[in-house]
């Protein structure tokens, strides 16, 4: 699971502890000539000269020895100075998700997302709204990367008219289960869902006091919590089991983007 609801800034030994890869010097052995290695800790120090600095950071197991040091990794960035104010106390923090890899298999792309402080939910936004932003390893350059964040933060004002938009729109009992049902499909495939029986009434079921109400944004971050933390059971074959939890990051982002897209859908 991304732990987007970090509110301390990482050090450099915290973040080579965690994700030793970012820190590779040199290109995997299954790399071309042609390619060009930047290590990720350069663009860290980049980030940090634009105000952003490092709240999480991750990669994935190495499938093979070729290939550790040099798998895919995700850094997860917030700017304290940049906040969006909720009339309700609501307030968001924007961030910026950058993945990439040494391997020669992964350009730098970045990914615009969203923390919640009323209840310490991390969300990613809809590529409907925020495309990726991918920079190739060969010629980058610190200008390059400082005008895509400034086009990046310029779009904030989609977000802010897309939350408004969302806690104007109320659901009915029948809405905000058809909305749950939609949102289990972004983690169980089609097959699976006729399979398994789920209490979907669970799934809508406000965790804290700030996220209950009948509003389209409480309801869809009650239930992206839930699906991304595993807090749900459901019975397949006859058995009941526990969700787990999504802790693969490359699948949290996948997750959280659909059902960014789909509660957009419920707002139009």
Known sequence: MLDLEKNDFLTKEQIRKAAPSIFTTEAGPET?????????????????????????????????????????HLIVFRNPEIVIIGDDGDDVFPQVLLTNSHDGK??????????????????????QQFEDVKMRHMGYKFEELQEEIRAM?????????????????????????????????????????????????DLIDPIRKEDEGDDLWSVFNVVQEKIIEGDFNYNAGGKSRKARQIKNFNQDLKINKELFSLALEFAS
Request: hydrophobic share 40%; charged share 35%; aromatic share 8%.
């Open 106 to 127: 992964n350009a730098f792309t970045f990914t615009a997302g969203l923390f919640r402080m009323v209840c310490e939910n991390g969300l990613v936004i809809s590529t």
């Open 32 to 72: 071309s000539d042609k390619y060009t290695h930047i290590p990720t800790s350069v663009i860290i120090d980049d980030m940090e000269k634009l105000g952003w600095s490092v709240v999480d950071c991750k990669e994935v197991k190495a499938r093979k020895s070729s290939t550790k040091g040099f798998q895919k």
């Open 153 to 201: 933060v310029e779009k904030l004002p989609l977000t802010v008219e897309s939350m408004n938009k969302m806690k104007k729109v109320k659901l009915d009992a029948k809405k905000k289960l058809k909305f749950a049902k939609e949102a289990l499909k972004t983690r169980f495939p089609e097959e699976e869902m006729k399979r398994i029986k789920v209490d979907f009434k």
